[in-house]
């Protein structure tokens, strides 16, 4: 995808601080939406436009306005945590709704940040602090999978502050649940943009010693 008009939801989050700048820098017209309005200056640092919008509040209509115009969306968002109610509103449902608005507005290129475990039998008890998570990701991820849209879905492990090594091992190549650093998973969106042979595949991920762009084509 070149030089392609990006929106990026959850512009303030801390992959897509590292992510906006890897965007535009790749020549890229990249729109970052986040809630809070004093996050503007920080966005705008990165050479993306800054969009305020909350998208939790926001329905299928508003944001099909949102997307009109861009090329690709990347699900970047989420609730953070230690709220289920609010956990489930973002991570699920707002998550659903961004997907019927970019069919709406014809941004048909998708990418969701995931996790490593993401699916229906994700296997977490429903008495752990993480159930809400893993169940809202999944049923995001699983409702991906079903719409019309050219869709990625990308599950990193645990996230570090490392800095980038622009190296990872898939699961495909035999990795299971590890870590590896925001800068990597930043560089994976890029990288998974660029390759339209990722269009309708979970790549599940950690760090590891193969080039990125190498990993996404096994």
Do not use: C
């Not at 890897?22 to 800054?50: Q, S, W, Y």
């Not at 990347?74 to 709704?97: E, K, L, Q």
């Not at 993480?130 to 879905?153: M, N, Q, S, V």
């Not at 090594?165 to 898939?170: D, K, N």
Request: net charge negative; proline share 6%; no cysteine.
């Amino acid at each position: 995808m070149d030089q392609a008009r990006v929106l990026v939801v959850g512009g303030h989050g801390k992959v897509a601080r590292l992510l906006l700048p890897l965007l535009t820098g790749a020549g890229h017209e990249v729109t970052a939406v986040f809630r809070n309005p004093e996050h503007r200056a920080d966005v705008a640092a990165t050479g993306a436009t800054p969009l305020v919008a909350d998208v939790e509040q926001l329905g299928v209509t508003e944001l099909a306005e949102l997307f009109a115009g861009h090329d690709a969306i990347v699900w970047s968002a989420g609730a953070g945590g230690g709220n289920p109610p609010r956990t489930y509103a973002v991570d699920r449902d707002a998550a659903i709704r961004s997907m019927e608005a970019a069919q709406r507005a014809g941004a048909r290129r998708y990418l969701m940040v995931s996790y490593f475990g993401s699916q229906l039998d994700h296997g977490v008890p429903a008495d752990s602090a993480f159930f809400p998570y893993a169940e809202a990701k999944a049923a995001a991820d699983t409702h991906l999978a079903r719409t019309g849209l050219d869709w990625t879905i990308l599950g990193p492990s645990r996230l570090t502050d490392d800095p980038p090594t622009g190296r990872i091992e898939t699961a495909a190549e035999g990795a299971t649940a590890g870590a590896v650093s925001r800068a990597d998973v930043a560089a994976v969106v890029v990288a998974a943009l660029h390759d339209p042979g990722t269009v309708h595949r979970t790549i599940r991920f950690n760090a590891g010693a193969t080039p990125i762009a190498d990993a996404l084509r096994e």
